[in-house]
């Protein structure tokens, strides 16, 4: 017992000497003085949202407003952000109160009629189920947007000037308790209206500029109050819509982001942040080039009477080189872009073939293929004297003025022991359909070629109800199933060339952009050139210089890429801590500084 209380007196001096040791080591890293952690120290969080009518995104940029300028250095900020296309006060305060879209709010207008924010209320509303005890404070310039959208709020007043609503504003940021303070302005939209939405109208300006006076008050009051070291405040600038305005052609690129009624600008602040630029975000490959107008006039047929003046394009010399026969693997890849023809469906068209070596649209008529548009959409038609035809459409609606880019093919896949025949389709390198059994199966069709029948282009002038009316290109005909990896690799391109991993199996190659003349040149072995047949004179000949986007993303999608009226309640609900429930239903995002 007594060697082991040696032992054991032995070890507790040994750990002695290491901590005292240990503690030597450690004052060479840790600070004598006492030790504070500041980021633990809480802030109580709390918002400023400002909403500037119709103060469109790159005006504001422009305007080289000062007050604006300055926060952007600790912003989460974007001259791209985007309303909803409907671009009026009635909607956009909808959008940017309730969370949640016009197909939930329903507010579509300035009236507010038939809206539906007892089931999707403000901002305000929300708030207070959650946190009862927070102040909240609106105050607007225009009496609709008090009445529809305040409910909820501790304080609400409507003023007659944007003057008094930055006073108002001012004052409330003099009371410890705000919790949101929102204001709304509307001189920026009246000064729109009334002159246009661009700085090039001085009196447009001079409203931006007479905001961007208002908003630097507001911040100096909003940085004057007494507990402002304590708190934490997020600052949200931001516009409900834009308006009509010229947008040059080399910033047109016809989507979302340059819709001038939709732009709007955002910028969402705190002391913490460092600078985030939201940027326009990538909308496609521009397509540039002269191309052949495909048209005709009149543009419909009436009691069986065609147009007597149309354009086409035939190929009439090795019309056999595109008959396929019943076994062969074939695709099919053009550029199409429509013009619209106005009304309420401007891009719908009633079954026009735009190419093919099938000259009519009636069942059991001819045998032959082509692809025509079908309402909003477009298909390839297989067809022959005694079988309806069998159709495949594209997988989605083409209903805008855009370049696409379109794909079907006919292939031949050894299934289950035998052979089988299907066609597909993709529409801008996007097939939606599982392979195979999504694909249409033609097994027990024949006859899909019309051997007689050259390839056309364009107006094919008998058994229309209304002509198709635009532009094809960049058109290659391959004998070969190209999978939906190549087709889609290459879809949005706007040339090929050799480095093309089928450029062997490449029987026809038409770019389409030749420019002037009357010939659409083949640039594949073939050299099956393309004859431009203009007939009558009603329809002259035009080649249309073009500098677009081809394969433009879709709306819904680039919006998500850019701040939207509808993501700022979430964002104002995430700083004061609020989880909204699932049953909310909102549709916003939150942006993060990092």
């Keep these: 017992m007594k060697i082991y209380g040696k032992i054991g007196a032995f070890l507790l001096l040994a750990i002695c000497v290491a901590i005292v040791s240990c503690n030597k080591k450690f004052d060479k890293l840790l600070p004598t003085t006492a030790y504070s ?32 300028n300055s926060l952007i250095g600790k912003s989460i900020y974007s001259w791209y952000s985007v309303s909803d296309s409907l671009g009026n006060d009635g909607n956009g305060w909808a959008d940017m109160l309730t969370g949640v879209t016009k ?7 300035n009236t507010f009629a038939g809206n539906n924010l007892t089931q999707y209320p403000s901002i305000f509303s929300r708030i207070k189920t959650i946190s009862p005890n927070s102040r909240l404070a609106a105050f607007s310039a225009s009496a609709a947007f008090k009445t529809n959208l305040t409910a909820g709020a501790d304080v609400s007043q409507t003023f007659a000037a944007d003057s008094a609503v930055r006073s108002a504003v001012v004052t409330e940021l003099g009371n410890d308790a705000s919790t949101l303070v929102v204001g709304e302005f509307n001189s920026v939209n009246t000064a729109g209206a009334t002159y246009g939405y661009d700085n090039s109208f001085p009196q447009y300006k001079a409203a931006v500029l007479q905001f961007d006076q208002y908003l630097g008050q507001m911040l100096t009051a909003l940085k004057a109050r007494k507990n402002y070291a304590k708190e934490n405040w997020l600052v949200i600038v931001t516009s409900n819509h834009g308006g009509p305005a010229t947008i040059p ?48 006039n009149p543009t419909t047929a009436a009691n069986g009477v065609y147009p007597t003046s149309y354009v086409k394009a035939v190929t009439d010399v090795n019309r056999t080189t595109y008959n396929f026969g019943d076994t062969t693997s074939f695709t099919i890849e053009f550029k199409v872009k429509m013009n619209s023809k106005g009304g309420t469906a401007p891009y719908t068209y009633n079954w026009p073939i735009v190419m093919g070596k099938r000259l009519s649209k009636t069942q059991k008529s001819t045998n032959g293929w082509a692809i025509n548009r079908e309402g909003n959409s477009y298909r390839l038609i297989i067809g022959n004297p005694t079988t309806n035809f069998i159709s495949c459409y594209a997988p989605a609606s083409v209903t805008d003025g855009n370049w696409h880019s379109l794909a079907f093919v006919v292939y031949t896949m050894f299934v289950n022991g035998a052979n089988h025949r299907y066609m597909r389709s993709l529409l801008d390198g996007v097939n939606n359909n599982a392979r195979p059994t999504g694909d249409t199966n033609i097994d027990n069709f024949v006859g899909i070629d019309d051997p007689t029948a050259p390839l056309e282009l364009g107006v094919v002038p008998t058994d229309l109800t209304n002509t198709f009316d635009g532009f094809i290109s960049d058109i290659r005909i391959w004998k070969a199933n190209l999978p939906d990896g190549v ?46 047949q203009v007939v009558g004179t009603a329809a002259p000949l035009q080649w249309v210089a073009a500098n677009d986007i081809i394969c433009p993303p879709s709306t819904t999608f680039l919006s998500s890429l850019v701040p939207r009226n509808v993501d700022m309640p979430r964002q104002i609900l995430s700083w004061l801590t609020i989880a909204p429930p699932d049953s909310w239903g909102l549709n916003g995002r939150v942006w993060l500084n990092n």
Aim: hydrophobic content about 30%.
């Design 249 to 296: 052609a080399a910033q047109n690129d016809n989507t979302i982001l340059s819709y001038p009624i939709a732009s709007t600008f955002t910028i969402i602040y705190n002391d913490s942040y460092t600078t985030k630029l939201i940027d326009k975000p990538y909308t496609g490959n521009k397509y540039t080039g002269s191309f052949c107008r495909f048209y005709a």
């Design 37 to 68: 952690d500041s980021t633990n120290t809480y802030k109580a969080p709390k918002v400023l949202y400002i909403i500037v009518d119709g103060a469109r995104g790159w005006s504001v940029r422009d305007a080289n407003a000062p007050n604006i």
């Design 487 to 532: 087709i889609s690799q290459y879809s949005c391109n706007t040339t090929i060339d050799n480095t093309h991993p089928f450029y062997p199996y490449l029987i026809g190659y038409w770019p389409g952009n030749d420019g002037s003349g009357t010939v659409i040149h083949d640039q594949s072995i073939a050299h099956n050139d393309f004859n431009i």
């Design 103 to 109: 197909a939930k709010h329903k507010v579509i207008d």
